[in-house]
């Protein structure tokens, strides 16, 4: 589902549909559903580690950044830099 | 049945009543824990374009276990041996130094700070400001007479210590009630001394600050702030203002203030501070470092206004009050800034002369000295002028008990409003002190320089109408200074006739020094403002700081006061005097008028107001850096306070962790045990609740 911005999405995919891939008895059109449900399973990880990289620099970073950081930030919190 | 309806009905009422009552009993337990302070005064962030001084707690308060230190020795307590940190110190007001304070911020033991004030004043004096007031922002830089900038010639300040512009990371409290300070006492005495040799024990007195600051870092980043919010946020949340306020102006004679003056009329200017600061928020009686001054300014103007051929002088004469001149010259650089710009009146081409009042309450001996600026001097085309000043003002004390003489030609001028009128042109101008070198005052812009500090002593017995009214010795002191700026001003403004009659009054100048340091709710004061602004007037000290929303009280009641000595009452009726286009004979372009309500009626509750025609007006102080978006700029004052949400202060007793965690157990135990139970019963609720009767199943 989705073109390629649809991290949760796949999450729910990965979880709802495993055990009809993977545990069900096998039937005809099992091979498909268990096809997708590894594309998901690799786009959301995908996106998993990018946006864990993003968030860990975004956190630890945004004060040292100054103007950029504040640009950036949807709430700036108060009192703290 | 119907007894069982009834008994349910009764149950209804009796719970309904139990809630409504509930809300008010919550309000009393509340009461049995915390006990709060009211009588005291925070230390807030403020901020300038490259740091960030004062104080911050956490959002949700600093708590800590109070320990009163006394001595030095008490310290060691806080610092290293106490068992229960972090600690709220409680400090006396003589410990209040620099090098304590150092060892504080260096710790992470202490989550906050509470300074008793202390009474006497310290006796070897206490400053938080600056050695060097302003430095950066008067005349004096690389280019302009680099030995005397940074204070390199005279240290102005000797006794500053700086903490005013340090960085603290717990909040600080001033405790301005003694009876506060000993309720706290009491509860540390009872609860928190060690014992019978072992080490104090739970439950223990403790204190909460709560003091949250928005802004961070530096004005930069607080307005890049605002401004985001404001453009892209549904919620706009500022987190700082800049300082900003009014100055108040007035001439001798009226010019209209919508035009530009004529470039061949010429103005002798006289200017004084009228706010302070100190250590805490809006407390700053500043008794010393403006007060006196710009209470013998408004002496003189209105010794100036009684002088009968004051409206043929060929030269006119600018009353100037600066708010803002403590946070880097607020007030003066933007009436700078609105002249170079023509948005003033007045141009910088139109000033002949300009003289200055700085600290003229403590004058050692009679002594009044006069400072001139060095540099500018040495300027073959004002030299000449700036010595016919002098020369002026050396003969304008001729009959009056103050000698006036003249500092060393190489020593620079103290931090005045007049050296920002010289960073934009070379005007002939002095400025008069009490000092010669150092100040005189002990307390430059601390908590002390109160009335007592410009030794204002009155007799007992007196009730505050007689207060009002009598002359004290530095009242009279004041009026003698007046005199002298009236005469020297009379002469500047080109005035041929004999200046022994002009004389400033020792009355006027004891009620404005009650009224504007010891109650502005006094008989005099309520008789010359307005109807609707009683709310200007109280019964404490009134504090001269120029906050962030305007006009501050000082600049309203320097306002109603100047209009008061200087202007006339004219024979308006209510509905003229507001609407002055309807007036007959009303000049709106040239006057300023305003309905005052009068003083009181003998034997009756009633006022008899009328109307003021003055020339006073007021002009906005608020620095040019925020005008043109610089907010970063080394030439213009930046400084912003940031904003607060919640600032109170508190104390009641803690547990112990142990204790703490113990309750939290034990309920949630209680929690899961009842789950269980619940959960068991209903299992076998067939076996439990079957009566005999009943057909098994």
């Known amino acids: 589902g989705g073109f390629a911005l649809l991290p949760f999405l796949w999450l729910v995919n990965v979880l709802w549909f495993c055990r009809e891939a993977f545990l069900a008895p096998a039937y005809t059109e099992q091979p498909q559903i268990k096809s997708y449900v590894q594309r998901s399973a690799v786009g959301l990880l995908f996106w998993v580690v990018v946006l864990t990289t993003w968030v860990t620099i975004f956190q630890t970073h945004r004060a040292r950044w100054g103007e950029l950081g504040d640009y950036l930030s949807f709430t700036i919190p108060l009192g703290i830099p | ?697």
């Not at chain 2, 309904?16 to 962030?45: D, F, H, M, Q």
């Not at chain 2, 900038?149 to 405790?175: K, M, Q, R």
């Not at chain 2, 509750?605 to 003055?614: G, K």
């Open chain 2, 1 to 697: 049945m119907a007894a069982g309806r009834g008994a349910e009905a009764w149950l209804g009422g009796i719970l309904l009543c139990a809630l409504g009552c509930g809300v008010c009993w919550a309000n009393s337990v509340e009461r049995k824990i915390y006990i709060p302070l009211n009588r005291t005064a925070p230390c807030v962030r403020l901020l300038n374009a490259t740091h960030q001084v004062g104080c911050q707690s956490s959002m949700n308060g600093d708590t800590g276990v109070i320990h009163v230190v006394e001595k030095d020795q008490d310290l060691n307590w806080v610092l290293a041996d106490g068992p229960h940190p972090p600690y709220m110190v409680l400090l006396e007001g003589e410990l209040f130094t620099r090098e304590l304070m150092l060892r504080l911020k260096g710790t992470s033991r202490v989550s906050g700070l509470a300074v008793a004030i202390s009474k006497p004043s310290p006796p070897r004096g206490f400053s938080p400001g600056l050695q060097c007031p302003n430095d950066g922002f008067g005349v004096y830089d690389s280019d302009y007479g680099p030995q005397y900038a940074h204070c390199n010639w005279t240290v102005w300040n000797p006794l500053g210590n700086g903490l005013s512009y340090e960085d603290f990371h717990f909040p600080i409290f001033l405790l301005e009630d003694a009876n506060e300070t000993q309720v706290i006492k009491q509860c540390y005495q009872d609860h928190n001394l060690p014992r019978n040799g072992s080490g104090p024990e739970y439950p223990l007195c403790a204190m909460q600050l709560f003091a949250h600051m928005h802004a961070v870092t530096n004005t930069v980043t607080c307005m890049r702030r605002n401004s985001i919010q404001s453009t892209f946020s549904l919620s706009p949340e500022v987190v700082c203002d800049p300082l900003s306020d009014s100055n108040v102006w007035s001439t001798l004679k009226p010019i209209n203030a919508s035009r530009k003056m004529d470039p061949a009329d010429e103005v002798v200017i006289v200017a004084t501070r009228i706010d302070s600061h100190s250590f805490f928020w809006n407390v700053a009686p500043g008794a010393e470092s403006a007060v006196s001054s710009f209470v013998a300014h408004l002496a003189a103007a209105e010794a100036l206004h009684k002088v009968p051929d004051a409206l043929t002088l060929p030269r006119n004469i600018m009353f100037t009050f600066f708010q803002g001149e403590t946070f880097d010259y607020i007030g003066s650089s933007r009436m700078v800034y609105d002249m170079e710009r023509n948005k003033f009146p007045v141009r910088l081409e139109n000033i002949h002369s300009f003289l200055e009042l700085s600290q003229v309450a403590l004058r050692n001996s009679s002594a009044l000295w006069v400072h001139t600026d060095p540099v500018s001097g040495r300027n073959e085309s004002v030299r000449p002028q700036v010595r016919a000043l002098v020369e002026t003002l050396l003969n304008s004390s001729l009959g009056v008990n103050v000698t006036l003489q003249e500092v060393s030609q190489s020593q620079p001028l103290p931090p005045s409003s007049f050296q920002r009128f010289l960073r934009a042109r070379p005007i002939p101008g002095a400025v008069l002190a009490d000092h010669r070198a150092a100040f005189q005052n002990r307390y430059y812009q601390s908590v002390y320089d109160t009335a007592e500090n410009i030794l204002m002593r009155y007799p007992e017995g007196l009730s505050p109408e007689e207060t009002l009214d009598y002359v004290t010795d530095t009242a009279q002191s004041l009026a003698e200074v007046a005199t002298v700026v009236a005469r020297a001003l009379y002469q500047l403004a080109g005035g041929t006739g004999n200046t022994s009659a002009i004389q400033a009054d020792p009355r006027t100048v004891s009620r404005m020094l009650y009224g504007f340091l010891i109650k502005t709710n006094n008989s005099w004061f309520q008789s010359i403002i307005k109807q609707d602004l009683k709310g200007l007037l109280g019964d404490e000290p009134p504090q001269h700081y120029i906050a962030v929303s305007y006009p501050v009280n000082t600049t309203q009641l320097v306002q109603f006061v100047l209009a008061n000595l200087t202007g006339t009452v004219v024979n308006f009726t209510k509905e003229e005097c507001l609407n002055p286009e309807r007036a007959p004979g009303a000049d709106k372009e040239m006057y300023d008028y305003t309905w005052v309500q009068g003083s009181r009626e003998p034997n009756s509750t009633s006022r008899v107001p009328f109307c003021v025609q003055s020339t006073v007006h007021l002009t906005k102080a608020l620095s040019p850096a925020f005008e043109l978006k610089e907010w970063g700029s080394t030439e213009y004052s930046t400084w912003t306070e940031s904003r607060w949400k919640d600032i109170r202060a508190r104390i009641f007793l803690v547990a112990s962790k142990e204790l703490e965690i113990i309750t939290l157990v034990v309920g949630i135990a209680i929690l899961v045990l009842s789950l269980l139970a619940t959960y068991f019963i209903n299992a076998k609720a067939h076996v439990l609740f079957s009566s005999p009767g009943d057909v098994a199943y």
